[in-house]
């Protein structure tokens, strides 16, 4: 069965830091390019950085300089290390993976994982 399982969320004070994990079964990441995004409360969900196949790693420009995505092949997990986290950036974070490229159309998404902002 192909399934992704986001872990590492919780509560965390501004400006504080999160690591968080995307563990996959059923498939090998290094053949996928995998996306993280978040959706906050009442909001649509957003791409926050995507690693590809060859290990290519983009950000969206919000983010760039905050966080950063990395891929441990032997544990088949990515993760996204996210520091200096603001009130806004409250929501649960997904990744999701892609066959070929980063971008749109992913089909296969993990549940999230609720990351709290919060003084």
């Known amino acids: 069965q192909v399934q992704l399982v986001e872990s590492g969320g919780g509560l965390v004070q501004p400006g504080g830091s999160l690591r968080l994990s995307c563990a996959a079964s059923?498939?090998?990441?290094?053949?996928?390019?995998i996306g993280w995004f978040r959706q906050a409360p009442g909001k649509e969900h957003g791409g926050s950085s995507c690693?590809?196949?060859?290990?290519?790693?983009d950000y969206q420009d919000s983010v760039k300089g905050r966080i950063t995505s990395t891929r441990d092949s032997a544990k088949n997990t990515v993760y996204l290390q996210a520091n200096g986290l603001e009130h806004g950036e409250t929501a649960v974070y997904y990744c999701?993976?892609?066959?070929?490229?980063?971008?749109w159309g992913y089909g296969t998404w993990g549940r999230g994982t609720q990351v709290t902002v919060s003084s």
């Open positions: 059923g498939f090998r990441l290094v053949d996928y390019a």
């Open positions: 999701a993976a892609h066959r070929t490229r980063c971008g």
């Open positions: 690693i590809t196949s060859d290990g290519t790693v």
